[in-house]
């Protein structure tokens, strides 16, 4: 095999590295403010990065050995994480030129957490799952003290980071005993092991439950969830903003194969502790959001309840679940790009505003904002026909065939709870005498995510068809062990 | 055979002593020289053991790189290290007891072990014969894992990247050396020549 056939599965990667390694040098050495620029040339070079990624189709390939892998299932998510750093660099610029935050290792930083996220979505070896895990989390924990004269942005760093390595260290702790007990690394090689095995190593089962606990804390699944509101509060909005929708979906496509390729066989060893995940997360998701007043704290225990959602889909673990934890992702990127990009404009006198009664009686004075979020709020909560509802339907129904009743239920009766505080603000948005109104116009690229991000959600239901076709791809992809 | 045993004792006391001195010794300066010390007898140790490239290794990174970072954290920072001792001689009793029971404790452990005896063919990746530990390390580092090791590159450029971010503060009034003007100086500007006339000065 010739040098260029073996490196051709990373060329995506190798590219994204390459730019974001271009575009450094680039801002170190021009003489004027470099931040705009960079930020253009970072979507571009995302942008031909997806080319790269979606127009490859060529089945199954390894690479490196099997440590490296690209598949139907690796390229719809690549796709989602690529779009969804894109937008975080769009809603980012604006918002951070008006805050005086405007460095150009922004962009730079992002593209490299998505080198990362990339690495993490083909990884079929526990130590490039570790080491794609790391790039991404690094970066991110230097995005979270991103501004760093706000004390609040450095506390969230500084606790992202130690709970971060916390999380490593117990991911770590597992893969090791992992390696111990069935002696390979290897994904592959690993399933074969555990399914020649007449009964499961018990090292290998703790090892798998630590492994377990290190995924939960980056997809921020209950009881690993604490960093969470914190860190998102912190954070810069355009950071919290990308938090929420891109490196969890990376996490969750990692959390996937994980389960799936080494633990395939031995499905009802970690269903148990997935259905504990799952329900935890949904509970919390929606008690907790309840007393909240900011904006991002709410969105953070959102993001929280989201993710046992996807979870039930994964714990049925059959190709129906995979595709509705898949077109459950793509839709919660959708969702809450346009949400952020409404948080993003809220701003008054020179200020970003957070709490919620600041949006009271939007609709008075903005009735187009206030409908676009209101969709964005009824798809959240899940309520037909807007698109969060078939997210949620696709898990659910996969969960009832799988015959987890219980998880279905509970499931169900949490996504009610949890429709009361997405109503309270669309309550608040049209019943609430009006506040002062908030700074116009909005900046023209983030008005047009949240009125794309709207119009997908509303009319998701009348074309679900390309969605759906390609999930059911990235499952099935998942789905056949070699 | 009885050279290499003597080198071991030799390397194994010294290790020990120097161990010992790192926390015995008042000047914290010479706590990490005695650091040093130790790093290379642990070195040497290695070379015995017949594994060179963590030999070089212990002494590049260790010695080279973060025990002259200790030193320089020592000389720097203003810590007043005779407050830290105070009371050494009263916990002394309660240190060494813990202390002892871990030796005791480890030593049960080590002795307990039970090697496989074909544990080294189950090596992921065995060292082949005839080439040193280096070269081999080298054949499956740039080959089989160049994907991690590059990742992991990547991972300490985003480290150098974020310690830029978060401390680096571009000051104003700084006066910095400007190369291209000291180079664009001509002989006319710098140097004047004055005919100065005996016992009058200028």
Redesign the interface.
Known sequence: MSWTSAFAP?LPEIWL?AAA?AL?LLGVFQKEDPFARISRLAVGALAVTFVLVVGRDDGRVA???G??VVDEFARFMKGLVLIGSALAIVLAEDWLVKERAQ?F?YP??VL?AT??MM?MISANDL??LY??L??QS??L??LA??Q?DAVRSTEA?LKYFVLGALASGMLLYGASLLYGFT???GFEPMAARLREANQLPLGALIGMAFLIAGLAFKVSAVPFHMWTPDVYEGAPTPVTAFFAFTPKIAAMALFMRTMMTPFGDIGPAWQQILVVLSIASMGLGAYAAIGQDNIKRLMAYSSIGHVGYALVGLTAGTGEGLRGVAIYLAIYLAMNAGAFAIILGMRRRGQAVEEIPELAGLAKTEPLTAAGLAVLLFSLAGVPPMAGFFGKFYVFMAAVNAGLFVLAVLGVLASVVGAFYYLRIVKLMYFDPPAEPFERPMPGAVGAVAAASALFTLLFFAWPAPLVAGAEAAAQALLRLP | MILAALAFYLFAAIAVAAGAMVIGARNPVHSVLYLILAFFNAAGLFVLLGAEFIAMILVIVYVGAVAVLFLFVVMMLDINFAEFRQGFHQYLPVGGLIGLILLVELLLVVAGWNLDPDMLSLAAAPTPAEITNTHAIGQVLYTRYIYLFQAAGLILLVAMIGAIVLTLRARTGVRRQSIAAQLARTRAEAVELRKVAPRQGI
């Open positions: 990373v590295a390694m450094l690479a490196f050995d440590l490296f460095r290792e730079v930083l490299l080198v990362g690495a130590v490039s080491v794609g790391e790039l690094m970066a924990y230097v003290a991103f760093r760093g002696g390979t690394t």
